[in-house]
């Protein structure tokens, strides 16, 4: 079969692997669309993932495809059933599941290799974190799972209630999946975004107002003045992953709110905070890692329900042997004008509707 595999530092290679058999517990996927992603974009830029993977290792952790073979043992699952296999299963007997911490576990099993034309789903996956797709939801939004139910397990544990303003800074597929969901939820969402296909992509996904960066505005004051009496939002999500954001978004929530920490900075980066503001407004900063089965479940509901907008999420197609370009591409920012890239579908076949039972593409 072909994959791509990781090697080090932006350097992928799509190579002829062996197909994959499954082990008692386990199954192997056919994979019918895989999706790029802020993560894996980070693993190829820095060449490696302390927790998830070091090189050389295949690539990839966004799928969906078809049940090709089963391992002994397996009751649930049958050749050609169409299914989503989470990238990660918890043990559920550590000190951090305990405490329904899932995302936390101490054993923690991370599974890779989206980008292939076969992937072994681990026993603990199979059992834990795999799920039938209906027949009338295409892969590439199945597919979608992961990074949603990331999104979800943030969101909840923000606390948002229907009617709150939040402030969402940031507007790449997470940031973009964050302003969907509280809109869906009923939240007043304003989107901080530096350019104006961002902000047009934002209003579509549900942002009731958009701030556009821009040289000379003071980002802070302008976002606050949208929110009710300027006193600024229940709650912000920071969806950037710099110093700067980590500090707009202590400076743009309200007393008694709550700040998420989504977008997580490279190790050994430092922020400065206002200690009094923090401590006489009776603020909650909050940092949000990963997903749950539970999360999972939610984010695929929301996905097999129609009510996300999946389809708007997937902006591009391509083929399993253009990966290492599709990276590369990515790595530098496109000026095009028209919508903002999001996410990358990647089939192993030319044509991928035939991996789609009667479905309109």
Known sequence: MRAVVLYGKEDLRVEALPVPVPDAGEIVVRVGAALTCGTDLKVFRRGYHAMML?????????????????????????????????????CDVCYFCRRDQQNLCEDLLFNNGAYAEYLRIPARIVA?????????????HAALTEPLACVVHGFEQSNARRGDTMIVIGAGPIGLMFIHVAALA????????????????????GAAQTLQISDGL?????????????????IVIEAVATPLTWEWAVDMVRKGGTVNFFGGPPSGTRVTLDTNRLHYGDITLKATFHHTPATCRTAFELITSGRLQSADFITSHAALADVPKVFAKMMVRSSKPGPPDIKTAIFTETKPEIELRGQNL
Request: net charge positive; aromatic share 6%.
């Open 186 to 205: 009923g939240c007043h969402v304003i989107a901080v975004v530096k350019r104006k296909d961002q902000a047009v992509a934002a209003k579509g996904f």
């Open 54 to 90: 070091k090189p050389p290792i295949a690539f990839g952790h966004e799928l969906a495809g078809t049940v090709h073979a089963i391992g002994s043992g397996v009751k649930n699952f049958k050749p050609d059933d169409r299914v989503v296999a989470l990238n990660s299963a918890p």
């Open 128 to 140: 834990k974190n795999t799920l039938f797709i209906p027949d009338d939801v295409r892969f590439e």
């Open 218 to 234: 003071d980002v802070v004051a302008a976002a606050r003045a949208l929110t009710p009496d300027q006193r600024g939002a229940d």
